[in-house]
């Protein structure tokens, strides 16, 4: 079984910086893309950042020149450099692992359970 493992959440004021971080465990022989995606109170899950095995990264508007994602292949994990965050950003953010390969499956996505970042003014 996989597992996706966030952590770096918390709290911060605005214009501060995290760094979230999430491992994937199990029997993994490959991941295709790994990514972050928020869902703030009352709203739909949005994508945040992904990136694939190749390093092509791809960014929701809203982050772009504040936000970096990057990954470790050889740890199955990927993290997400905030910075210059506003209180906008306040919302549960949950890792994903696209497209996972283990010893049983192909193909399958994983979600984390989510870590939450809040930002104050």
């Known amino acids: 079984q996989v597992q996706l493992v966030e952590s770096g959440g918390g709290l911060v004021q605005a214009g501060g910086s995290l760094r979230l971080s999430c491992a994937a465990s199990?029997?993994?022989?490959?991941?295709?893309?790994m990514g972050w995606y928020r869902q703030a109170p009352g709203k739909q899950r949005e994508l945040v950042a992904t990136?694939?095995?190749?390093?092509?990264?791809n960014y929701a508007d809203s982050v772009k020149g504040r936000f970096t994602i990057s990954r470790d292949n050889a740890k199955n994990t990927v993290y997400l450099q905030m910075n210059s965050l506003k209180p906008e950003a306040t919302a549960v953010y949950y890792c994903?692992?696209?497209?996972?390969?283990?010893?049983?499956?192909?193909?399958?996505?994983?979600w984390g359970q989510g870590t939450q970042v809040t930002v104050y003014s």
């Open positions: 994903n692992a696209a497209g996972v390969t283990t010893m049983i499956y192909a193909n399958l996505d994983y």
């Open positions: 199990g029997t993994i022989f490959s991941i295709n893309a």
């Open positions: 990136i694939t095995s190749g390093g092509s990264t």
